[in-house]
């Protein structure tokens, strides 16, 4: 039987009185759960249970679960011990370099921690969460990635950004790129989520879309551009494998050997993104997607887990 317990909390009030001081009412009562069971009318025994997952955004998740809060930091990637320098080369957590994070490796890293009190992080971990004073949870048991924000918001607007600069320096101006893409029709389903206000300028990695308008505009990028891209062009192939990548992360059933070819996209798409990018780096949301093929044999389809509807539900 699984329970959604949804405790929202605004990350002001997390910085103000901290995390875990605000998780731990609601620990104590899974602590209940865990070791006394709830008492129900349709059954004789009382009902046992524990946190299957705690879900959320980067942010959120890597606060809650007590690794750092930068991405900017060297080991920042909440399922694995990598370097950033070494998660621009390492394209699928077979390779060696990819060592994931375990009850083990974090209780040795806490107690480097306890006993370096002047070092800040260790391998990406800041603190104990009170999530690990559960008896059946662990933060290395959470195999959630919020394919919202690493796709939508991430890496889907970013190498379109970089594909729009491709465009226009081998076959239609700026001016063109967005007059195709406003006069597009993208039918009647997706006339709310239709690209308004693309914005190929911003200095930052996105074009300034919401999550919802990058899906639309990415899936129907091969029937805007298709006809001006000669066949077999290496950056459309680039666009045509993230496509693929969506497909697979963002549908709501899956098999487990859609998880391996899913492996095998993801390494051959970001291979292929440094080749053909070499002075641009992958940002650490790209190193996320290597993870995503053993988090869906884990925890089953993504999509089940985002952010979205949250976010649908943001009290500003
Ligand atoms: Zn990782």
């Keep these: 039987m699984n329970?959604?317990?949804?405790?929202?909390?605004?990350?002001?009030?997390?910085?103000?009185?901290?995390?875990?001081?605000?998780?731990?009412?609601?620990?104590?009562?899974?602590?209940?759960l865990e070791n006394s069971g709830m008492k129900v009318s349709f059954a004789?025994?009382?009902?046992?249970?524990?946190?299957?997952?705690?879900?959320?955004?980067?942010l959120g998740l890597n606060s809650v679960l007590g690794y750092v809060e930068s991405f900017s930091a060297n080991h920042y990637c909440r399922m694995c011990l990598i370097d950033k320098a070494s998660a621009q080369t390492a394209f699928s957590e077979s390779d060696p370099r990819v060592m994931l994070q375990t009850r083990s490796t974090?209780?040795?890293?806490?107690?480097?921690?306890?006993?370096?009190?002047?070092?800040?992080?260790?391998?990406?971990?800041k603190r104990n969460s009170v999530l690990n004073s559960l008896s059946y949870f662990k933060v290395s048991d959470n195999f959630v990635f919020d394919?919202?924000?690493?796709?939508?918001?991430?890496?889907g607007q970013y190498e379109i950004k970089l594909l729009f600069e491709y465009l226009?320096?081998?076959?239609?101006?700026?001016?063109?790129?967005?007059?195709?893409?406003?006069?597009?029709n993208y039918g009647f389903m997706d006339k709310k989520n239709r690209p308004t206000g693309v914005n190929i300028f911003s200095t930052g990695n996105g074009i300034?879309?919401?999550?919802?308008?990058?899906?639309?505009?990415?899936?129907?990028?091969?029937?805007?551009f298709g006809d001006i891209v000669p066949e077999g062009d290496r950056?459309?192939?680039?666009?045509?494998?993230?496509?693929?990548?969506v497909n697979i992360v963002f549908s709501p059933c899956i098999t487990e050997g859609m998880t391996v070819f899913l492996k095998h996209l993801i390494?051959?798409?970001?291979?292929?993104?440094?080749v053909l990018y070499p002075q641009n780096n992958l940002i650490p949301k790209h190193h996320f997607m290597i993870h995503y093929p053993e988090c869906m044999c884990q925890i089953g389809p993504l999509v089940h887990v985002w952010s979205m509807r949250y976010e649908a539900k943001q009290i500003l």
């Design 3 to 32: 329970i959604h317990l949804i405790s929202l909390f605004h990350s002001q009030d997390a910085k103000k009185y901290g995390v875990d001081k605000i998780l731990t009412p609601f620990i104590e009562d899974v602590k209940i």
């Design 44 to 58: 004789d025994q009382p009902i046992y249970g524990t946190i299957a997952q705690v879900t959320g955004d980067n």
């Design 106 to 125: 974090n209780e040795e890293h806490f107690s480097h921690l306890v006993e370096n009190p002047r070092e800040k992080s260790c391998f990406g971990i």
């Design 147 to 155: 394919i919202m924000h690493d796709i939508l918001e991430g890496v």
């Design 168 to 184: 226009k320096q081998n076959f239609i101006s700026f001016e063109n790129i967005l007059q195709r893409v406003y006069a597009f």
């Design 208 to 224: 300034g879309l919401n999550a919802s308008q990058t899906l639309c505009l990415i899936q129907n990028l091969p029937l805007i």
């Design 235 to 245: 950056h459309w192939h680039l666009l045509l494998l993230l496509l693929h990548i």
């Design 267 to 274: 390494e051959e798409h970001h291979r292929l993104f440094t």
